[in-house]
Every structure is written in C-alpha cells, then in structure tokens.
C-alpha cells in the first residue's frame, strides 16, 4: 500500500522559469538512470524479494523514496516553464537572446504535456522498463544499483554545474547527497552478501563446473602491454579462489569456424563448387 504526503520531500523553488534548463532535468526523470529508472527497479526488485525481509523492506523504502524524488523533479521542471509558451515567446521576438534561448525548449513540454514534466529524457525519448533490473539475485541487483546511483549523480552533477539558478542547485544539491548515501548503502548491502557467498555471482554455482583454467586469466587482446601493471591482471583475486595471471597474447585453441552448407529449401547462398 501506498499513501502520499502532500508535500515534497525537499524544497523545489527555482529562482526564475528556464524552459531550456527544463529540458535539461528531463534526463534525471526519464532517461536511463534517472530517477523512475531507479524507482522502479527498486520497488521490483523488493517486491520479488524471496530472501531475508531486511532487504525488502530495504529495497521499499527506497524505492518509494525515488518516487518522492520524480516528484521534485516534476515540480521544479513545471516551475521552470511558468509561462513559457506566452510570455518567453513574445519576449523573444524583441530579443535574440531570449530567441535562442526559446529555440532549445522542449516542444512537447507546452504541446504534450502542457508546460509539465513528462516521463521521457532530455531528448524526449520515452522512458523504457528495459532501464531497470531486477534479476532475484540480490548481489547482482545491489552491484548494479550501486552503478546505477554513480551514474545518477554524475549527471545530477554536471546539472549543477550548468545552472546558476540558486532553488534549482539547491534542489540538486539534495539529491547529490541522497546519492552519496545511496551509493554507500549498496555497496555496503553487496558487501554484506559477499561475506555471506561469495564474490562471484551466483554463488551457487559450483566452480567444479568452470573451465577453471581461464578463471583468473588477463588476457591482452590489444597493441601495447600497459593493461598488464592494473591489480587486475597480478596478485591474489577478489574472490579469494586464486591469483591474476596476464597473458601476452591471446591463443586460439578452438576449430576453425566452418558451418556445413544448409539446406536447399533455406535458398541461402551455397558454397562455390
């Protein structure tokens, strides 16, 4: 069950309308690691949840904390376009400057979606549940939450540094810091879960089954050996099982790639006689 709180979870004042910066947050809302993308695949992600209850409960509240987020969001983007269709428009006829301004605007934002915010990203792309993931395995969700909220906050980042509107970096600061905290709370949750399986995903898997002589190899598959010094391809692995070995170039130990021709009815091209 869900109930709303008829106030935002965080101040969204800006300091004056910029439909053009209104286009910009779009991609926070709708695109691939905007802010429904993560509500979502939290709230799936619980709700599928079979393990311990903590972690549902976990995945819950965060999830519906992410929606308070788009809510912001599309308070702060209908702020921003106060006016915009009327008064912008007719300013910009005397001033080039507005003009320009105008002529990166979402058109969709006043003809769509009535000078609201809209469920796409910055280009107006539709968002996609293809976005979000929700996979059973908690290890493997929690990995890519924690890559999901770092790419989150590098783009509400770059958002601020392109604004000088005083509300709207105020806004984003706030959601900087919830994606500092949730940054950390993924990669200690995955951390928490390792100590309990593993490193490898999944780890019920029986490693008997891998070719375990590739297990742990860097293989060098470009010019140049620099790849070679990273902790990735010397010393003892994550998963504690065994140690990096880099190999200089790769070795094809498998057949030569040759199918047998396929059937007339098929009318594929046939090998030459």
Not at 132 to 142: C, E, T, W
Not at 176 to 189: C, E, G, I, K, V
Not at 198 to 218: L, N
Request: net charge negative; glycine share 8%.
């Amino acid at each position: 069950m869900f109930t709303h709180v008829k106030k935002l979870q965080y101040t969204a004042k800006p300091d004056r309308p910029d439909p053009v910066f209104a286009k910009r947050l779009q991609e926070i809302v709708g695109g691939q690691f905007g802010e429904m993308t993560v509500a979502f695949q939290y709230l799936f992600q619980g709700w599928n949840c079979r393990a311990d209850q903590k972690y549902r409960d976990m995945l819950l509240d965060i999830g519906t904390e992410e929606i308070g987020h788009v809510e912001i969001l599309a308070t702060m983007i209908a702020q921003l376009l106060d006016d915009a269709p009327v008064t912008a428009q007719e300013e910009a006829a005397k001033d080039p400057i507005i003009a320009a301004a105008m002529g990166g605007m979402n058109p969709q934002h006043a003809i769509v979606a009535g000078l609201g915010a809209a469920p796409t990203n910055s280009v107006g792309v539709p968002w996609n549940a293809g976005y979000m993931v929700a996979s059973g395995n908690l290890l493997a969700d929690f990995r890519h939450n924690l890559a999901a909220e770092s790419m989150g906050r590098l783009q509400v980042a770059r958002l601020y540094e392109m604004t000088d509107d005083r509300g709207v970096r105020d806004m984003l600061s706030f959601l900087l810091a919830r994606d500092t905290m949730h940054q950390n709370q993924w990669a200690a949750a995955a951390a928490e879960l390792e100590e309990r399986e593993g490193f490898v995903v999944p780890a019920t898997f029986d490693p008997s089954q891998e070719a375990r002589e590739y297990s742990h190899k860097f293989i060098n598959f470009s010019e140049g050996e620099e790849s070679r010094e990273g902790s990735w391809a010397q010393g003892p692995t994550p998963d504690k099982r065994g140690t990096f070995e880099y190999m200089a170039a790769p070795v094809a130990e498998g057949q030569e790639p040759i199918l047998k021709p396929a059937p007339l009815y098929t009318h594929n091209t046939l090998p030459k006689k």
